[in-house]
């Protein structure tokens, strides 16, 4: 068979996640993570906002997180495709403002009374991905494989697409994160198995159960704590280095954020240390007096986390339950996520289920890695691997008296589709409403309700003779089209789409243009700072020459400088980038010339020198 | 009864006659489906009782790889759209095909339409038996042990009817009533049986 036409440039695996987002690619040795310019590859998952429309993402941001908390946001991931209510327990955890929105059940950011979806600050992380894997490539990134929790429904992993379509971004496919991670394992070339996939993260986590059947990877189960992780042990070391400082030295630091905030970081740092060493100590410096110092050992470190590893065997047991599994039927085990490298994690992991888990793999980027093997097939690179999806959650409509009716059942096989006949109950009826749900129980009210479709145009007929044959069609993403017949006439339905969670087309398409726009401020925002710099470095390089004693400089020239520098300095303080730039370009070329003439006649002076030399 | 032919249609990049009517095999053409199209003539194989499922799976998952919406990416949107509705055509005759009674239910649907909704009259005595087995099922909730004893008698009893209709010869019957009714009657068991939290 010949092969269909490859999509052009290069596509990468994405994994945006809750705490960091980072880029992998296939390689001609497998697939690889992609670096930054200082050699890293997890982006922070953290957006800050500055003054002048600016904004930063990344570990910029999240060091910003303590100057700028209000106007800082990380966690996004949460908020995607949820309403207002659904997240509103999640407030009083978050340090930026949230509120509902007027158009969706929507939530929305507020920063400093300008709203941003969740979709428009995942956007701004992907950017940041998306730049910094076409700085690593050399080249033009436009495609992506995105991974998301098994658990995400169809309007979450819709926002995730709309994210990357508002970056510039198509999400050529959206993956399963324990799918993914399965993947970077190449357990795909097993045929039958079960597989867990412990991800325990930075501040979630998640155990997914999958069977491959046939070839056909399946999350028969999923289950997690959506505020466990790393984070809490830091909070935990925290707490008891408080105390140290409380009892020696009378002194509350819980007042002072900047010095929380670098007791966090510390607590991170001997907790990661505790990884390998079973000993470590770290110094508190109090202000006044002698640095304290802190010691821990793995086993204290064991024993204040155990309950929390505890918490996460019960949904492991509780998975396997949901999947009728015993853990003896396990055939592998992934450990995925940066808490993974705790001892005790893989011991238990280990006791659990009776055998070794993976953790070959860098537990942090892993789900990227196995994205990056997905992008592959898709950038034509690979046909020996096929993986093929089920939907989560089922499908279906609403039908009389608030009975949800399922049209595709959970855990079928994307891309999947259903039809239903629909007939009109009024005379001349050109229109029908239909509310799409997906869930597992037997009322709508139970489901979530994903959005309205409103087929219009129907040819006006007597109430119940036209017959509408409305298709539903799950794409390989779990995502849901909805098409339309009425079919005595042959008319094909126009639908409009009211998704209850997420974005129309046309909000995108707005968004995209604003961003475009925005785009542009930012430019104009980067090149001030950059025409900033070199005006700087101009100015310090002629103090420099102008302090040399043997520069021949006349007073007149000297005026001349000194007139050119305060206006230069004068410029640099204020917004205008074209004014700043003119006068920098004049300023260089002049100085330009004079830097000449100080090469001339440092040259001069030397070959004096040297002839002088070889006389003497 | 009627007779079925697969739609037969020449494959308009290649020449070649497909064996599916979603793809050509020979050069990896997405195809427009004739009208009628089956589930049996999507993967390829005769519409019979009877299916060797280790070729009819090894005809999906090629096809599947023909189809799937991540091998034609490069071909635009339309492709994509395309390849999506005929993965999901190809999914749900497998889904159909690869269950013994799903595929029995849906071929009588073919040969004799109408003919199994027509028959849901059951004997008497087949619903007493049914009715005994949902009460002991009920009773046996709470006992895992019992619960699983009765599974297996209700699963020989399903395969023991099933083995009966699987058999080409019972189609060539004129009538298609005996093989509605048996049909009716696996429905029924196969409910007790998922209630009794066997999904196989």
Redesign the interface.
């Known amino acids: 068979m010949t092969a269909p036409p490859i999509p052009a440039g290069p596509v990468i695996g994405i994994d945006l996640g809750t705490t960091n987002s980072l880029a992998a690619i296939m390689g001609p040795d497998g697939p690889r993570v992609l670096l930054d310019r200082d050699g890293e590859a997890l982006i922070p998952s953290v957006v800050s906002f500055l003054d002048g429309g600016r904004h930063v993402v990344g570990r910029q941001a999240r060091a910003m997180a303590i100057l700028n908390p209000r106007r800082t946001v990380y966690s996004v991931k949460r908020l995607m495709g949820r309403s207002y209510e659904e997240v509103a327990a999640e407030r009083a955890m978050l340090p930026y403002a949230i509120g509902p929105s007027d158009l969706a059940k929507l939530v929305l950011v507020d920063i400093d009374g300008r709203r941003y979806t969740p979709q428009e600050v995942s956007a701004l992380i992907l950017s940041e991905v998306r730049s910094v894997a076409e700085a690593a490539l050399g080249r033009k990134v436009e495609k992506a494989v995105i991974t998301v929790p098994a658990y995400f429904d169809d309007s979450q992993r819709q926002a995730t697409r709309d994210a990357a379509k508002i970056a510039g971004l198509t999400a050529l496919r959206i993956v399963n994160e324990p799918t993914a991670a399965a993947l970077a394992y190449g357990l795909q070339t097993r045929r039958e198995g079960t597989i867990v996939v412990y991800d325990l993260g930075g501040g979630t986590f998640d155990v997914s159960v999958l069977k491959i059947t046939q070839g056909v990877f399946k999350v028969v189960a999923t289950h997690g704590d959506t505020h466990l992780g790393g984070d809490d042990f830091d909070q935990l070391i925290m707490g008891r280095i408080l105390d140290l400082v409380a009892q020696r030295t009378g002194t509350d630091l819980k007042v002072h954020p900047e010095a929380l905030q670098q007791i966090r970081l510390s607590a991170e740092a001997l907790k990661c240390r505790l990884s390998s060493e079973e000993r470590s100590a770290l110094e508190i410096e109090t202000g006044s007096g002698a640095p304290l110092r802190y010691e821990l050992t793995r086993a204290q470190l064991e024993d204040l986390i155990r309950p929390w590893i505890e918490r996460t065997l019960e949904a492991c047991r509780a998975a396997l339950a949901d999947a009728k599994l015993k853990a003896s039927q396990v055939d592998e085990v992934v450990l995925v996520g940066g808490s993974t490298r705790i001892p005790l994690v893989r011991r238990a992991v280990q006791e659990l289920f009776g055998r070794v888990p993976h953790c070959e793999l860098d537990p942090d980027k892993v789900v990227a890695l196995g994205a990056a093997v997905q992008a592959d097939v898709l950038a034509g690179g690979s046909r020996d691997l096929l993986l093929l999806d089920v939907i989560p959650l089922s499908l279906g409509i609403e039908t009389i008296g608030g009975a949800f009716a399922k049209l595709v059942t959970r855990n079928s096989t994307v891309p999947c589709r259903a039809t239903e006949m629909f007939s009109t109950s009024v005379d001349n009826q050109t229109a029908i409403e239909i509310n799409v749900f997906q869930g597992e129980r037997e009322l709508v009210k139970d489901c979530r309700e994903l959005g309205r479709f409103k087929l219009r145009g129907l040819p006006p007929m007597p109430a119940g003779l036209p017959r509408v044959e409305v298709t539903f069609l799950v794409d390989a993403d779990g995502v849901l089209t909805v098409s339309a017949k009425e079919q005595r006439s042959g008319v094909e339905a126009a639908i409009d789409v009211v998704p209850s969670h997420g974005l129309t087309r046309e909000q995108v398409k707005g968004i995209i243009k604003e961003s475009i726009l925005n785009a542009q401020a930012d430019f104009k925002a980067r090149d001030l700072v950059e025409m900033r710099n070199k005006a700087h470095n101009l100015v310090q390089g002629t103090r420099r020459v102008l302090g040399m004693q043997e520069m021949p400089f006349t007073a007149e020239q000297r005026r001349e400088l000194e007139a050119d520098i305060a206006r230069l300095e004068v410029l640099g303080r204020g917004e205008d980038v074209a004014a700043l730039k003119r006068a920098a370009d004049e300023f260089g070329s002049k100085t330009q010339a004079l830097a000449d003439d100080v090469i001339g006649a440092a040259i001069k002076a030397e070959l004096l020198r040297a002839s002088g030399g070889l006389k003497g | 009864m009627t007779a079925l032919s697969a739609p037969t249609a020449t494959c308009p990049r290649c020449g070649a006659a497909p064996a599916s009517t979603l793809a050509c ?4 053409a997405l195809l427009d489906e004739p009208a009628g199209a089956t589930h049996f003539a999507r993967l390829g194989l005769p519409p019979r009782p009877d299916v060797d499922l280790a070729a009819a ?1 090894r005809a999906y ?1 090629r096809l ?3 189809l ?8 635009g949107e339309a ?1 994509v759209e395309h390849a ?2 005929a ?3 190809l ?2 005759a ?2 159909v095909l690869s269950l013994p009674a799903e595929r029995l239910e849906y071929l009588l649907e073919l040969r004799a339409p109408g003919a199994l909704e027509g028959a849901k009259q059951l004997s008497p005595a087949f619903l007493a038996e049914a009715l005994e087995l949902s009460e002991e099922a009920e009773a046996a909730a709470a006992r895992p042990a019992q619960a699983a004893a009765l599974a297996a008698r209700v699963r020989a009893e399903v395969d023991r009817r099933l083995a009966a209709v699987l058999r080409p010869e019972a189609w060539q019957a004129p009538d298609p009533r005996a093989l509605a009714t048996t049909l009716h009657e696996l429905r029924v068991l196969r409910r007790v049986l998922r209630d009794l ?1 066997d ?1 196989a």
């Not at chain 2, 095999?25 to 990896?28: D, K, P, T």
């Not at chain 2, 799937?68 to 071909?75: C, E, I, M, N, R």
């Open positions: 095999q020979a050069c990896g799976e998952l599947s790889r023909a799937h919406p991540d091998f034609h990416g490069g071909a492709a999506n509705r993965s999901a055509l999914n749900e497998w889904s939290g999904s």
